[in-house]
């Protein structure tokens, strides 16, 4: 993983304007690799530009992975032109696992920065990995704001018997509340209620004490399409049901 040390001044840097510790100059690479990092560093330049300064993208070229680092858009690692590949590059490298790309992994650096990043590969025309443009965001401050917002946006999940609650003054808006989260307590959709699906409604809205407040009658029925009378009539059933499933226990 990217794991190196940090600095804040943002900087473009690139091979050509850096000088390198090395006894022997790199071959030049083939026509269709150089046209490859050409590329990489457009796209690199291009990835900062619109993730900013929070934003890090490295260029490495295989061919000496002691000095892999060709390019740089942007400076959260403090890395320089020159410097080595690291950890994770050396192990895909050594281990032959560059087929393909790694995205979204986590990475850090000394001091407790967290980082979200990727690495992309870049290829000859055989095939062969020849380099890797690496993303590197520090989201250290978005994780601390996360955790924040946690503390405020957290619901216990944990009580099967948690209050469920409609802040409106609106009874109107409260009984449809009330009837869309039953339906959707029930697995039922209003649509396809049977006769006896709308007496048991009719059951558990009362439960909740919806039917306390009169105005609720005439807004149940014409969310069911029903006449008061006919909400009445299944809330009696509904009742004289409950009553006979009680009576039927004491019974046993």
């Known amino acids: 993983m990217e794991k190196?040390?940090?600095?804040?001044?943002?900087?473009?840097r690139s091979r050509q304007s850096s000088s390198r510790n090395r006894n022997a100059p790199l071959r030049e690479p083939r026509a269709d690799t150089a046209t490859s990092f050409s590329i990489a560093?457009?796209?690199?330049?291009?990835?900062?530009?619109?993730?900013?300064?929070?934003?890090?993208?490295?260029?490495?070229?295989?061919?000496?992975?002691e000095h892999s680092i060709i390019h740089i858009?942007?400076?959260?690692?403090?890395?320089?032109?020159?410097?080595?590949?690291?950890d994770l590059i050396l192990d895909c490298v050594r281990n032959g696992t560059t087929q393909g790309d790694l995205y979204g992994y986590a990475t850090s650096?000394?001091?407790g920065h967290m980082m979200k990043s990727s690495t992309i590969f870049l290829r000859d025309s055989?095939?062969?990995?020849?380099?890797?443009?690496?993303?590197?965001?520090?989201?250290?401050?978005?994780v601390a704001f996360r955790n924040a917002l946690n503390v405020f946006v957290n619901i216990r999940s944990d009580d099967d018997e948690r209050p469920v609650e409609t802040l409106s003054d609106n009874i109107l808006e409260t009984v449809q509340n009330a009837v869309a989260e039953t339906l959707y307590d029930?697995?039922?959709s209003l649509a396809m209620l049977t006769r006896e699906d709308k007496i048991e409604l009719m059951n558990l809205l009362e439960s909740k004490g919806l039917f306390q407040v009169k105005r609720?009658?005439?807004?149940?029925?014409?969310l069911l399409g029903l006449s008061r009378a006919t909400v009445y009539?299944?809330?009696r059933e509904g009742r004289d049901h409950g009553n006979g499933k009680r009576n039927t226990n004491g019974k046993g």
Request: with cysteine; glycine share 10%; proline share 5%.
């Open 216 to 222: 609720a009658v005439p807004i149940v029925a014409d």
């Open 73 to 86: 858009e942007g400076n959260v690692s403090n890395r320089t032109i020159g410097g080595a590949a690291t």
């Open 126 to 142: 055989e095939g062969a990995a020849v380099g890797a443009l690496c993303v590197n965001l520090d989201v250290t401050n978005f």
């Open 109 to 111: 650096l000394p001091g």
């Open 41 to 65: 560093k457009q796209m690199a330049k291009a990835l900062h530009e619109l993730l900013g300064p929070m934003c890090e993208v490295v260029l490495h070229d295989f061919r000496d992975l």
């Open 4 to 12: 190196t040390a940090r600095s804040e001044k943002p900087v473009t």
């Open 233 to 235: 009539n299944y809330l």
């Open 186 to 188: 029930t697995g039922r």
